[in-house]
């Protein structure tokens, strides 16, 4: 862990910054794949790290080591390695730190495309995998053998919002020798700090909230220098790297990170309030209602509850889908972290490539709608929402 100097939302905005002699007040944005030397010399030393400084952009480009520099001061990490995607975050870090004949316990409750690369490619190179419930604690202890190096969560979950209690979790982990990771996506460290209650390694998808406004596609990998050193040499030799552009793009949007987390917040949380009265309605997923198993822990842990929330409606898929075509407003799109409201059907798109037994344990039925709650006004969301009290 690296101490927090400024507090958040001064590092947000200004962590990272180095102005180049043209003076730039808007941190500045380096297109460019390579990086010229002034000698062979000095070229041979920078490609032997005895030398610091840029190379070639697919593991080193300024652009990228502002927005890394700056996300690891707002996770309190010692390093984050930006990565093209949040998938390539996750199969970066299990490709760098795990070796064939590793065991890896992972939560049931994630995101369909993280089942599918733990299931199909990661088992392929030799990776043995474990999934288990998220808040049931033996369970995790009892899956641990003497191969176990990681455990894998989501808190809160895609798209049912369980939450895990990440300090005991770490502990667990701890106590034998194994790594917590957390993939903090739907918080965000504007609303949850999962290395200050003990986790290892944190993941982004940089694609939802860090960026805000659904325009580039990105990831990240934080943790400590050592780790990171390892995942950084595998970006290097393998090439899932975070272009220049967006980069600057997640810089320029994390200066309002926590400004938007509180607002994606109360909206969620006023139309998650209202779902909870409709008719039509059988169920609300959303950790700041009282009804919610871990309402207490997500208040510990969490500073806020989220823009993400989730419901079973009275029926099957077909009463989700006229739903979700009776909306105008709302985007019918998988992605979340917008600041336009987004409504999906999981089990026909997100969780649509898992087996029916895979989206049976993730609890992913074919009654859920998932709601990624924008920054529009709320009466218009609930609004476009009407066909569920009528
Ligand atoms: C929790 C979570 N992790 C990881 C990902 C993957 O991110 P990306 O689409 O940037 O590869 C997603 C995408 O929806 C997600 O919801």
Redesign the pocket.
Known sequence: MKKFENKFNTNAIREGVKRTQEGEHSEAMFLTSSFVFKSAKEAADRFKNSKDGNVYSRFTNPTVRIFEERLASLEGAQKCIATS????A?LSCFMALCAPGDHIVVSKS??G??IQLFNKILTKWGLDITFVDLTNESKWKDSITNKTKFFFV?TPS?PLTEICDIKKLAELAHSSNIKLIV?N??CTPALQKPLLHGADII?H????YLDGQGRC???AVLGDNEDMENVHSFLRTAGPTLSAFNAWVFTKSLETLSLRMKAHSSNAMLLATWLDQQKKVKKVFYPGLKTHPQFDLAKQQQSASGGVLSFEVNGSIKEAWKLIDSTNLLSITA??GDAKTTITHPAST?HSRLTVKEREDSGVKDNLIRIAVGLEDIDDIIRDLNYLSN
């Open positions: 995607t949040g998938m390539s996750i994630i995101f495309t993280s989501e895609n993939d996506c739907f993941i998808s940089a694609t939802k596609l990105g990831g992605n979340l997100t």
